[in-house]
């Protein structure tokens, strides 16, 4: 079976780095052949796959001017011996591929993969995109739309774009790697940190900007640690908001509670099963990984209900979910949830077991593999999935293991 992916580029953005993530759980298996192609420009990825042994290659466009360039690439490369049995598109605009570089080669499927507009602010771009895709000559190219979130599936079917040609397949996240430590292990980072006996550790991680919201956090602090003194906040990240922040801090006289620890994004993993809870105050938000890496982790959250975050937390079981921009509801959010440890422990193995159900990565390779084998039906396929969950797990159990 031999998949060919376009990209905009070889740049580490979102859905740049899922395609990487995804080929690691596919490439070990060797019955899928997988090239990708940049439609723009380079980046650090290319390298990346490379070691994987996925092809790489870029066609330098900017855009529709080129369109004739990028239809020339696509014929020469869709009409060799070698040609590919599906294209799969990721790029930004789902539409580019089937528009320019599928353009007329009705023999091999195209599906693309709505990522990188998740947004709320960004449904007019989708309902642009999806008006481009009902049109006839874009929408007898394209097979199929792979969407992350039910509220963007429920927008396209709600642009017109047909119920039966849009797959709900989550993003995906590595929680096999985000792993629950220890209690010790859990202990000894604790002692690391120099965290008083007994306190509550609440974690934030994210650049630090504005829109992220860490200013709303540390607004919510003072009541926070007048209902609970012991609570400690730890904020992981670098960005142009730290001056600020620092004398937000100052100002509100929480420096004895509150620290700016740095990027420190080698250990970021287990700090996210160390803290009791983790805490995403973000303004404006698309899949905010690390409120999928905290459930991961077994962590629960307190996050903005915006972007995919609500495809991603079962509010009231796994997280609490709030309307941005709030620092009352933040707050009072902690507060509750603080003042019930045993119900915050359930809540954190809940959220564990969420992720693994629902978002684990293999899933979502093996979701992938399940709708190319609907489009393709005719292609050689083999026995072909990605590597079963309980492997990884165990691999990764041995890995951690003293030698």
């Known amino acids: 079976m031999k998949v060919l992916f376009l990209l905009n580029s070889y740049e580490e953005d979102g859905p740049g780095w899922l395609l990487y993530r995804l080929c690691e759980r596919w490439a070990p298996m060797?019955?899928?052949?997988?090239?990708?192609?940049?439609?723009?420009?380079?980046?650090?990825?290319?390298?990346?796959?490379?070691?994987?042994g996925v092809g790489t290659q870029v066609?330098?466009?900017?855009?529709?001017?080129?369109?004739?360039?990028?239809?020339?690439?696509?014929?020469?490369?869709?009409?060799?011996?070698?040609?590919?049995?599906?294209?799969?598109?990721?790029?930004?605009?789902?539409?580019?591929?089937?528009?320019?570089?599928?353009?007329?080669?009705?023999?091999?499927?195209?599906?693309?993969?709505?990522?990188?507009?998740y947004h709320f602010s960004n449904l007019p771009m989708l309902k642009r995109a999806a008006t481009r895709m009902r049109e006839k000559r874009t929408r007898q190219?394209?097979?199929?739309?792979?969407?992350?979130?039910?509220?963007?599936?429920?927008?396209?079917?709600?642009?017109?774009?047909?119920?039966?040609?849009?797959?709900?397949?989550?993003?995906?996240?590595?929680?096999?790697?985000?792993?629950?430590?220890?209690e010790s292990t859990k202990t000894r980072f604790r002692s690391l940190m120099n965290l008083p006996e007994g306190s509550r550790l609440l974690l934030s991680a994210g650049r630090l900007e504005k829109v992220k919201g860490h200013d709303l956090l540390i607004d919510a602090m003072p009541e926070i640690v007048r209902a609970h003194p012991e609570t400690r906040l730890f904020i992981v990240?670098?960005?142009?908001?730290?001056?600020?922040?620092?004398?937000?801090?100052?100002?509100?006289?929480l420096q004895d509670h509150v620290r700016l620890i740095g990027q420190l994004s080698d250990v970021l993993t287990k700090l996210l099963s160390v803290a009791d809870l983790v805490i995403h105050p973000s303004r404006q938000e698309a899949f905010a990984m690390i409120v999928a890496e905290a459930q991961s982790a077994g962590t629960p959250v307190v996050a903005s209900r915006d972007g995919m975050i609500p495809d991603l937390v079962r509010d009231g079981e796994t997280g609490v979910l709030l309307p941005p921009g709030n620092s009352g509801a933040i707050s009072e959010a902690v507060n509750r949830l603080l003042a019930d440890r045993a119900?915050?422990?359930?809540?954190?193995?809940?959220?564990?077991?969420?992720?693994?159900?629902?978002?684990?990565?293999?899933?979502?390779?093996?979701?992938?593999?399940?709708?190319?084998?609907?489009?393709?039906?005719e292609a050689d396929w083999?026995?072909?999935?990605?590597?079963?969950?309980?492997?990884?797990?165990?691999?990764?159990?041995?890995?951690?293991?003293?030698h």
Request: charged letters at 25%.
């Open 30 to 52: 060797r019955e899928v052949m997988l090239t990708t192609i940049a439609l723009g420009r380079g980046g650090p990825l290319a390298e990346r796959l490379s070691r994987l």
């Open 343 to 377: 119900h915050l422990e359930e809540m954190g193995g809940r959220a564990r077991e969420y992720m693994m159900e629902y978002h684990e990565l293999s899933n979502t390779a093996n979701s992938y593999i399940e709708l190319w084998r609907d489009l393709a039906p």
């Open 59 to 117: 066609i330098p466009v900017s855009g529709p001017s080129d369109a004739k360039k990028l239809r020339e690439a696509g014929e020469r490369i869709c009409h060799r011996a070698d040609r590919p049995d599906i294209i799969h598109s990721h790029c930004v605009w789902p539409d580019m591929a089937a528009r320019w570089f599928h353009s007329g080669i009705e023999h091999i499927p195209l599906m693309s993969s709505v990522y990188g507009m």
């Open 141 to 182: 190219w394209c097979s199929a739309l792979a969407v992350g979130s039910e509220v963007f599936q429920k927008a396209l079917i709600d642009y017109g774009i047909p119920p039966d040609m849009i797959r709900l397949i989550p993003m995906g996240i590595d929680a096999v790697q985000c792993f629950p430590l220890s």
């Open 237 to 253: 990240g670098e960005g142009p908001e730290r001056e600020a922040l620092v004398r937000q801090i100052a100002r509100l006289k």
């Open 382 to 402: 083999k026995a072909t999935d990605s590597i079963p969950i309980e492997d990884l797990e165990e691999m990764v159990r041995e890995s951690e293991q003293p």
